[in-house]
């Protein structure tokens, strides 16, 4: 019995002793996560083992709670090393008892492993997930015996509670609580203390106190985790609790659904009844105390304090009205104070450690610690306690570890479905109960689940959405029926069938609901849908107006990802399995239904589409663009004709400004369709940025040229050499024509705004790329900076190194990872000897009428900015003066249009033109636009989109249905239906090496081998099946 | 008091009243759906709701409760535009087949609407959840889930004033629906079939089971020879129907109503209740004699006119089922006379005879199908159905004039009258039994016992005997001690004391429904106390109005006992007017 703290102390004191004679204790995570993983066979082994080597004495072996990365177990950490193994396997256990515990030698390998810094890391004071973390709540989970009293009190365990009872009145206990500034943690932010003191106010002869445990938010684990890992903490706290408001008894109301913490809490209880802890005249008091456990039967809707008594009186899990507040009239009428669990386990430390010590950590108004359940695309997932007011950024980059495979960050979902979503804007905001609050999502009780570009919006909405609609208790109508008909919404437009309106009616209706709805789940169940709508309206209006899934998450809404995530919407399924069955010509026909240059987009596509590869999931995604190149390859080496097929003629005439992807696409499709086209542009060669910007050996000219020479066969006119405004003027073409396509593209480099640009050396990327590839004389520096990360900035490189440059540096002010250039373009140029320089900024050129040397700047990452990455900033006193005789920016280019006025025609302040967003239509009557004039710098498949839309839109404009010629119909071989698929890599492309490449441009990609080509076709695993 | 500014006015109220209730004082009507005063506040419909000053949210003014200082608005744009979409959310998962509904026209839901000026094509339809949910399997009640609004008013009644339980809510979110568990229907469960449900349903998912087509079908056969017979709380309730005040009582109109409808005998089934005091007087006194002869009898003796509370005895208390006085309730024991001793008189086959009871109660649907007395009486029709029937036959109810009941089932005492209300039959028993007993009237003020009137659930009295004749000496200066109760809760309440043994009455009456016959389970809607006290009065009114206010006094019943029964509790009357009960548990 421990009834005085002589008793207490005794106990903690032998504690300490015993821990004394250890030389070492090993930690092994006794999570749910490690559970799972079996950490029950590592337990086992490393018994085993020490046992062989007569060790017991010496090394004490501890299960612990959570340690809190889930998806790292099983685990072990090593005191006091402060050593972190993990994914262990029994057959490690060995070396590292052989080698670390008996020798001291830490096995490295068996050590977490940073797969970004490709590092592994020996101590977890190093690992970024839990050094940036804050460990109040959760110092016993993963470090002491989840199951031992004496461990606790070992840790001062039921000191505080001692406190309390001797030396401090209820009243008191309230004030320090209060003074704290302890929020509750359930999500609600109420405070504890003034919660306290109501219920310490009213009257009655029974109380209650309250521990809610019914954790519900999908992907929320917290409660669960200190349950489990440290459940003395939560019984003080509520015994602590029970004296300020005069309670003797006590509910942990816990859902069923949690057997563990059901078990480990249970014996916890025992273990304090057994000696006095809990009972009668608690340490000889007054004060009598004891608890009881509730399982209640897993419905969300228990979560919420008034139907969490109705489920306790054995009722209907069902919502009352409030007022009157439990505090007033709670359980079986009695007052009745509840609280989260988290809540009650800061108790204890807050009496033990002071108020003052308290108030440390956290912000102005939420002060402390708040746990996380952080999940979703994140790296790192697993439980995380943060002191409020750290930004939700440094919780998804530092510790999160940033978003999962390099994808773009999207957006957070704090609150569950009670809560609401983040976007990037909020990255920098203080993670706190009102900041959250002012952004329109809330605390919530901690699930944080993160989302990325491949999450749509609209499904994340119907997502939560289901939930509550499952949850709803059922009581109040415009829960039971609006959320179903908010549902039913969601799903018309998740399936392509939304109507115009829809937006407005989810709007109205979830408004409603929050305003009329009886309890918390109904006043907060619209929340995802209405926060989703605020920030991502635009996805709903894809998938309503355009049936668009830009996700590529709606099945509905296409056959398959790839095709999906192509701007062109090219049947990429189709064409990989008539390569397979070795029926190229059909595929390169195929691919020209919707895009005419598929040697180009072979060879310098970006390829959404791979990233949107389902086969990604299983090795790896596949090389659709490197397929493509290979179809191109073959059919011009057949060298078969190509057949006109054109429709009979309009009589419309049609003029296309600028010869370049997006303008011969255009031109393509509409002259197929019978409309007479005639393409200007002011250069020698057609072809536009493909010809002028992209190098030869990326893109040989003669490949280009064959392209557009098949393409010309549907009859358009071409007019080179030509330039609109000066030779022609632009009212005269538009006489001349029914409608204009302008898609001049963009061909002025940008300044950088720095001190120097004018220095002769300075070679802005875009002209330097010009005149290489008109065969202009260019010299070439010795050391040239290049600045940039885009793919201009690659190609500068490499041509300069082609050219002889002995050095080339290219300046990135973010980190590699963040370069916008096609990952495999950066790794050729760093093979040839590209020298890559992260987080730096130019500050001037310096020199005289010459570039000599450039200055460069640290930088360091900042805040986030609007596109959900650090943003740069200088490191003060950083700065460097490199040796350079060439300097090339690369750092985005505009367009300038002289033949058009600016007034008839709107331009946005970046210098692109306003179009109609479906049509592509500008303000001038018939005069359409797309291509980089309209997005600014982009991509050639989104040039060739925005063409092959602008066809759709001027054959409507001119009376025709808008249904393009696009050549034949191909019959496409059916799916197969096949065993799993065998697991397997891409099938390697031959290239040129390295020594190949030097000083010459030819062709770095060799292309596929047929074999391989038809391999990797084979490797699609048919998604458009269905 | 409170004072408060409810729509910029000022008022003072009393500090316990909800905000519904103080601005109704104050001639602020705040449009409800799911609210019964008084009986169900749960806040579920959401259709009351008010903005209240300082609240995150609206307020279900059914369930907020006044505070000094309050301000409240109950008509702005936010409210009204909420009260909509309830609204039409509720009408997007209800069976809209208005037109064929049995309560077009009575609808609460109709009315809201109209209330609520819903005008517009409904922007939120969508899937319903209870389509096809029809139970019809019992004798008495329907229910067509389609139509159930899911305000709960219904679980209340069946809960927590009858406490049978079959009606819950079950299921989550949209898919809930208020019903028995599982898969069950009402057949398969302990419901009494009282139809409290039926009352306070504000749409058509709940109601009896119709026999006007079998009713009709009997009317126009011409081989079948119809007799109809009418409960005494009908006559107190069925001008409700008809636009009349509550508690007008209409038994003359009731009749032409009858004569014109086609039935050829009108009886009353009062002339059975005078009949039933007979019997079960002497009952009751044939277990008090014995007791005095210190036999072993069973006591208290309870009363079985009730179907809905005989049912819920069997499923609740199946070893008490002694208590229960053996008669059957007066409608079937004038069936049986009526197809016995009248069919006889009429020397026609009973088989062609058609017995019609007309009763304020459904579970009398179920009592005629019981197997102890199957061919008493072959259809029962609710006030509510009968004055349907009445409308159906384009008969004008309020130009009738009053016409009397045919002999010889037609003549009946004040005593039978008060059969239809709570306390009455214990009252009319005592008149009776006291005067057997002693020879003298029953001691009490103009023979009412007072002790036993009023709508409190559970009511009791004593009466002493004095002076009495030689065969009951034994009672001499004895008192007995009676109670009468209604509801089944307030069964509930009594059955287990006699359970424990704890029972201090010689003699109970139980009506399954709150208030008695008057508020039964068949007669019109609404019925709130203030009707029942309005019905109830009524009844008191026919009683105080006659002459023969003793059932013993009743010179058909005696001429009954001279020709046909010889005498109560005898041979006959034991064929024909007792039955036996059935442990269901």
Not at chain 2, 124 to 140: F, L, Q, T
């Amino acid at each position: 019995m421990i009834k005085s703290f002589e008793e207490l102390n005794l106990v903690k004191f032998n504690r300490t002793q015993m821990l004394r004679k250890m030389d070492k204790v090993i930690n092994v995570c006794y999570g749910a996560g490690c559970i799972s993983a079996n950490c029950e066979s590592i337990y086992r082994e490393i018994s085993s083992v020490l046992k062989e080597y007569g060790l017991f004495e010496k090394i004490k072996i501890n299960q612990t709670g959570c340690i809190g990365a889930c998806d790292l177990g099983p685990s072990m950490y090593i005191q006091p090393d402060d050593v972190y193994y993990c994914k262990l396997k029994p057959a490690d256990i060995r070396v590292i008892v052989e080698e670390h515990i008996i020798k001291g030698n830490i096995v490295t390998e068996k050590c977490y492993f940073d797969k970004v810094k490709n590092e592994y890391y020996e101590h977890l004071r190093d690992i970024p997930f839990f050094s940036k973390q804050q460990k109040l709540v959760l110092k016993n989970c993963g470090f002491m015996d989840y199951h031992s009293l004496v461990a606790y009190i070992g840790n001062d365990g039921y000191h505080s509670l001692y406190y309390v009872i001797k030396e401090k009145t209820p009243k008191g206990v309230v004030n320090e609580i209060k003074d704290s500034g302890l929020r509750g943690r359930g999500g609600g932010g109420f405070p504890t203390g003034v919660k306290w003191e109501l219920g310490a106010k009213a009257v009655g002869d029974q109380k209650y106190i309250i521990c809610n445990a019914d954790e519900g938010d999908p992907g929320a684990f917290m409660d669960r985790c200190l349950l489990e890992g440290d459940p003395h903490s939560v019984l003080e706290g509520m015994a602590i609790g029970a004296y300020a408001i005069g309670a003797n008894k006590g509910i942990v109301y816990i859902r069923a659904e949690y057997p563990l913490a059901v078990d480990r809490l249970s014996d916890a209880i025992k273990q304090a009844r057994d000696v006095g802890l809990l009972g009668d005249n608690i340490f000889n008091s007054d004060f009598s105390f004891d608890v009881e456990i509730r399982i209640g039967a897993g419905a969300f809707v228990c979560g919420e304090e008034t139907a969490l008594m109705s489920s306790i009186e054995g009722k209907r899990g069902e919502p009352n009205q409030k007022p009157p507040f439990p505090t007033d009239s709670g359980l079986y009428g009695k007052p009745t104070v509840i609280n989260n669990v988290e809540t009650l386990a800061n108790v204890p430390m807050i009496i033990l450690n002071g108020t003052g010590w308290f108030k440390k950590f956290g912000t102005e108004k939420s002060k402390g610690t708040k746990v996380f359940a952080l999940a979703g695309a994140v790296r790192n997932s697993g439980i995380v306690e943060v002191p409020m007011g750290v930004t939700l950024g440094d919780i998804i980059f530092d510790i999160g570890g940033g978003i999962k495979n390099n994808k773009k960050f999207k957006a957070a979902q704090t609150g569950g479905p009670s809560g609401g979503c983040l976007t990037a804007e909020a990255l920098n905001t203080p993670v706190d109960y009102d900041s959250l609050k002012e952004k329109g999502a809330i605390m919530g009780s901690g699930g944080l689940i993160i989302m990325d570009e491949d999450n749509c919006m609209v499904d994340v909405a119907k997502f939560f959405m289901e939930f509550v609609q499952d949850e709803s208790c059922g009581k109040c109508v415009p829960c039971r029926i609006g959320t179903k008909r908010m549902l039913e919404i969601l799903e018309r437009i998740t399936a392509g069938l939304g109507q115009e309106g829809d937006i407005e009616k989810l709007i109205e209706l979830g408004e409603s609901i929050k305003t009329s709805s009886l309890c918390g789940l109904g006043q907060t169940a619209p929340n995802p849908v209405l926060s989703t709508i605020k920030y991502f309206r635009e996805e709903y209006e894809e998938h309503i107006r355009d049936q668009k899934c830009r996700a590529g998450v709606c099945t509905d809404l296409f056959s398959s990802p790839c095709q999906n995530a192509c701007p062109a919407g090219v049947n990429v399924p189709g064409y990989l399995a008539l390569v397979s069955e070795g029926r190229v010509r059909d595929a390169y026909d195929l691919i020209r239904r919707e895009n005419p240059f598929p040697a180009v987009c072979g060879r310098v596509c970006t390829h959404p589409c791979e990233s949107k590869c389902r086969r990604g999931m299983l090795d790896e995604s596949l090389a659709i663009a490197d397929v493509k190149r290979y179809i191109s390859d073959k059919v011009f080496e057949m060298n078969e004709p190509f057949r006109k097929i054109q429709f009979p003629p309009t009589s419309k005439k049609i003029a296309i400004i600028g010869a370049g992807p997006s303008g011969l696409t255009c031109g393509f499709y509409l002259a197929q369709t019978g409309h007479d086209v005639t393409v200007y542009d002011s250069k020698p060669y057609a072809g536009g940025i493909l010809r002028y910007g992209i190098p030869e050996y990326r893109l040989p000219k003669d490949i280009l040229q064959k392209e557009i020479d098949i393409l010309k066969q549907s009859g358009i006119n071409m007019i080179l050499n030509t330039e609109i405004g000066k030779d022609i003027s632009f009212d005269d073409l538009r006489k001349e024509h029914d409608a204009i396509y302008i898609a001049t593209g963009t061909q002025l480099s940008n300044t950088m705004g720095i001190n120097g640009e004018n220095l002769t050396g300075v070679y802005p990327g875009l002209d330097f790329l010009r005149d290489v590839n008109m065969g202009n004389e260019v010299k070439v520096g010795d050391k040239v900076a290049v600045i940039g990360g885009g793919s201009t900035a690659m190609d500068a490189a490499r041509t300069a190194i082609r050219l002889g440059a002995s050095e080339v540096h290219v300046l990135y002010r973010r980190e590699e990872k963040d370069m916008p250039a096609d990952r495999r373009e950066i790794e050729e140029a760093l093979e040839e000897g590209v020298y890559l320089h992260e987080l730096v900024t130019p500050i001037s050129i310096e020199g005289h009428r010459k570039v000599e040397q450039i200055r460069i700047s640290n930088l360091s990452q900042g805040k986030f900015d609007s596109s959900g990455r650090r943003r740069p900033v200088k490191e003060i006193g950083t700065e460097f003066l490199m040796d350079v005789d060439m300097v090339i920016p690369a750092v985005s280019q505009h367009s300038d249009l002289p033949f058009v006025d600016k007034e008839d025609i709107e331009i946005t302040d970046w210098g692109t033109f306003v179009v109609e967003a479906t049509t592509g239509m500008t303000k001038l009557k018939g005069v359409f636009a797309g291509g980089d004039i309209v997005r600014g710098p982009d991509t050639a498949i989104w040039a060739i989109a925005d063409g092959k839309r602008a066809a759709i839109a001027i054959d409507k404009y001119l009376g025709g249905s808008g249904n393009l010629n696009k050549g034949e119909d191909i019959e496409i071989p059916v799916a197969r239906d096949e065993e799993s698929p065998d697991e397997h890599m891409r099938f390697e492309r031959r290239m040129l090496m390295t020594n190949e490449r030097a000083f010459n441009f030819k062709e770095v990609s060799k292309g596929y081998h047929k074999l391989n080509a038809m391999a990797e076709a084979m490797r699609c695993l048919r998604c458009d099946k269905r | 008091m409170v004072s408060l500014t409810i729509n910029n006015r000022k008022i003072k109220c009393e500090d316990d009243l909800t905000i519904i209730q103080a601005a109704k004082q104050n001639g602020i009507n705040i449009p409800s759906f799911c609210y019964l005063e008084g009986v169900h506040e749960i806040g579920s419909c959401r259709v009351c709701v008010v903005e209240v000053e300082g609240a995150k949210t609206l307020q279900a003014s059914c369930m907020a409760k006044v505070r000094e200082g309050m301000v409240v608005k109950t008509n702005t744009e936010q409210v009204r535009k909420a009260r909509k979409v309830v609204y039409e959310l509720l009408m997007s998962d209800h069976n809209q087949n208005c037109l064929i509904c049995s309560r077009s026209g009575s609808c609460e839901f109709q009315e809201l609407g109209e209330i609520l000026r819903i005008n517009e094509e409904n922007p939120y339809e969508g899937a319903k959840s209870k389509e096809g949910m029809i139970d019809s399997s019992n004798p008495s009640i329907e229910r067509d889930l389609s139509k159930c609004i899911l305000c709960r008013r219904c679980v209340t009644v069946c809960n927590e004033i009858q406490g049978v339980g079959v009606l819950n809510s079950q299921n989550r979110g949209f898919a809930s629906f208020v019903g028995p568990t599982a898969d069950f229907e009402l057949m398969d469960l302990n419901c009494t079939y009282c139809g409290q449900c039926t009352m306070v349903c504000p749409t058509g998912a709940l109601k009896e089971k119709s026999s006007i087509n079998e009713v009709w079908e009997a009317i126009n056969n011409p081989d079948k020879r119809v007799v109809v017979q009418t409960a005494p709380a009908v006559r107190a309730a069925l001008g409700e129907e008809f636009g009349y005040e509550p508690g007008t009582l209409v038994t003359g109109k009731m009749a032409a109503a009858l004569r014109m409808l086609g039935f050829d005998d009108i009886f009353d089934t009062n002339f059975a209740a005078d009949l039933t005091i007979l019997e079960e007087g002497t009952e009751f006194l044939g277990r008090v004699k014995k007791m005095l002869n210190s036999e072993s009898v069973t006591l208290p003796m309870i009363t079985s006119c009730s179907p809905g509370w005989i049912k819920f005895i069997e499923h609740n208390f199946p070893e008490q089922l002694d208590h229960l006085s053996t008669c059957k309730s007066p409608h079937m024991m004038l069936g049986a006379l009526a197809k016995s001793y009248y069919a006889d008189q009429l020397k026609m086959d009973s088989k062609d005879m058609y017995v019609v009871s007309i009763m304020p109660c459904t579970a009398k649907k179920y009592e005629v199908t019981r197997q102890e007395m199957e061919t008493d009486v072959d259809a029962v029709l609710t006030t509510r159905e009968l004055a349907r029937m009445i409308k159906d036959a384009g008969i004008e109810f309020t130009m009738l004039s009053n016409e009397e009941f045919d002999s010889p089932m037609g003549l009946s005492s004040g005593a039978a009258d008060i059969f239809g209300t709570t306390g009455g039959v214990m009252e009319a028993a005592l008149r009776t039994v006291y005067e057997v007993v002693t020879g003298d009237p029953a001691p009490f003020d103009n023979l009412h016992v007072e002790s036993v009137m009023g709508l409190e659930s559970i009511k009791e009295g004593s009466v002493t005997f004095a002076k009495t004749l030689p065969e009951y000496s034994g009672l001499e200066g004895q008192t007995v001690r009676f109670a009468a109760a209604s509801g089944l809760s307030s069964a509930r309440k009594l059955m287990d004391d006699i359970k424990k043994g704890e029972s201090p009455y010689a003699f109970i009456e139980i009506m399954a429904c709150p208030g008695g016959c008057i508020s039964g389970g068949g007669q019109p809607r609404p019925t709130t106390d203030e009707i029942r006290i309005k019905r109830m009065n009524a009844i008191y009114r026919e009683d105080e109005s006659k002459t023969l206010r003793k059932s013993h006094e009743n010179e058909a019943v005696t001429k009954l006992y001279e020709n046909f029964l010889k005498e109560p509790n005898g041979h006959i009357s034991h064929e024909l007017l007792h039955t036996s009960y059935v442990k269901r548990g």
